[in-house]
């Protein structure tokens, strides 16, 4: 709350007041307005619980709470700091110099008033945030580490909001979100990164949420996914299904894998994104990649193009409807590899939505041409870590055996959990099982595993 604290460079009691501030407000005891005028008041060594009471803001009784849990919490920090392993994979030490939850919790961004809408990305991104929500009767909110967090900085008005939005748009883009309520586009900065944009209107006025896209493509090993995914980049032609909730980093990994074939093969990869996040630079590989709505009408005219382009590898940003996944079934079955993204929890989901988007009478035939094409499922979530200082991914993973593809052909993929149970030669594993490694090694806490597993009574710390 104040620049010594922003900086981590204060002394205990202001380290103590500026703790003290923050349970208040998240306990809704007393407003920012409020907690900042009385701050700024205070003298080096006041005490915050003390002035607040005088003002008349909080009583005595809490204070006297919150004194104690603020206590509690400095001794608590200084016991980890004195006892601190380095060789825990979930210790503060393995991951010196990310920025924490805490850290930014505990920055004050009030400077930033009245600066472009770039500049609070730019800082966003240099926080370590995967997202910036820019929002009308509120502070700025980031997401860091999966968790949303409220910046330090006066709410921001309708008029606020609107005007700085109409800043970041051009003229065309201005009157297309005015007519239609909502515009999605890829916001460029340059060398300084890429940031995916919906603009939209709700009923208290125009709104902003940036996804913050890295500015290099990620390896596998940079996103601590395992070895054993790289060999769904050997494939020739087939399916190969990237899967999960909103925000767990689907996009990610499908660059990753993209990006893998273009340093170890010589192919001809064509991409449909809607819209484009990762910029791939042409190392062995061929790359094309297409925005939909700007370089082609729709997902699938873009794949029905794509097969006449000589294309050995198409990857899809998602299959959304019927029409997509068809033509991605076709050119599977024609010889070519596809990788896509689905919006489905786990392997079994993902092979019964391929084939419940058909009309009945056609799921039989389509159950037998997915039986063949499919060659994996990559299922995730993205788990935050115990120490505060990041998040890891949990995989199930799914290679299409013969008796994968006997299940899927008979319709019996409710069978399929005990293959990925059996199957761990093969790489296979379940998510229960990868959320229960990240437990075993200390990385995630036991309520975090149990909130993520598919049996949380599995789950033993």
């Not at 929500?133 to 008029?159: M, N, T």
């Not at 500015?215 to 087939?238: I, R």
């Not at 115990?386 to 299409?400: H, N």
Request: hydrophobic residues 35%; proline residues 4%.
């Amino acid at each position: 709350m104040t620049d010594d604290t922003k900086e981590g460079t204060a002394d205990r009691p202001s380290s103590e007041a500026a703790m003290f501030g923050r349970i208040a407000l998240k306990n809704q005891l007393v407003g920012e307005a409020d907690l900042r005028r009385v701050m700024s008041s205070l003298t080096r060594g006041s005490d915050l619980g003390k002035a607040l009471v005088a003002e008349g803001l909080i009583s005595a009784k809490h204070a006297e709470a919150i004194s104690q849990k603020v206590s509690q919490r400095l001794e608590g920090q200084s016991t980890a700091a004195s006892a601190g392993d380095a060789g825990s994979q979930a210790g503060t030490t393995a991951r010196a110099g990310v920025i924490s939850v805490d850290d930014v919790q505990r920055m004050d961004f009030t400077s930033m008033v009245g600066k472009p809408l770039i500049e609070y990305l730019r800082k966003a991104r240099e926080l370590g945030c995967s997202d910036f929500h820019f929002q009308v009767d509120s502070a700025p909110l980031v997401r860091l580490h999966g968790h949303l967090i409220r910046w330090k900085h006066p709410v921001l008005s309708a008029e606020d909001t609107a005007r700085t939005i109409e800043e970041m748009l051009d003229e065309k883009q201005w009157i297309d979100l005015q007519q239609e309520q909502d515009l999605d586009y890829c916001l460029d900065d340059g060398d300084r990164g890429r940031y995916r944009t919906n603009c939209f209107k709700q009923r208290k006025g125009f709104e902003a949420v940036f996804r913050i896209i890295p500015t290099k493509v990620p390896s596998l090993e940079d996103l601590h996914l395992p070895e054993v995914l790289s060999q769904f980049t050997q494939y020739n032609q087939g399916i190969v299904l990237v899967t999960g909730p909103a925000g767990c980093g689907k996009s990610a990994t499908l660059a990753a894998i993209v990006e893998r074939i273009n340093q170890q093969r010589h192919d001809h990869i064509v991409t449909v994104e809607d819209p484009i996040e990762y910029i791939f630079t042409p190392a062995g590989c061929n790359i094309n990649q297409r925005h939909v709505h700007h370089h082609t009408e729709s997902n699938y005219s873009a794949l029905r193009s794509a097969m006449r382009a000589d294309p050995d590898v198409i990857m899809v940003g998602e299959m959304r409807d019927v029409e997509t996944i068809s033509m991605a079934i076709t050119a599977a079955e024609t010889g070519h590899l596809v990788l896509a993204t689905l919006h489905t929890t786990n392997a079994i989901r993902s092979i019964d939505r391929l084939i419940d988007v058909f009309p009945p009478r056609e799921q039989e035939q389509v159950r037998a041409m997915v039986s063949e094409s499919m060659r994996g499922v990559i299922s995730q979530q993205l788990l935050p870590r115990k120490d505060g200082t990041g998040v890891e991914p949990a995989l199930e993973i799914m290679f299409t055996t013969p008796a994968v593809g006997n299940l899927i052909r008979e319709g019996k993929t409710y069978q399929l959990a005990s293959v990925l149970q059996t199957g761990r030669k093969q790489g296979m594993i379940t998510m229960d099982d990868s959320i229960r490694n990240l437990l075993r090694k200390g990385i995630v806490t036991l309520e975090t595993a149990r909130f993520h597993a598919e049996d949380p009574s599995a789950m033993q710390g």
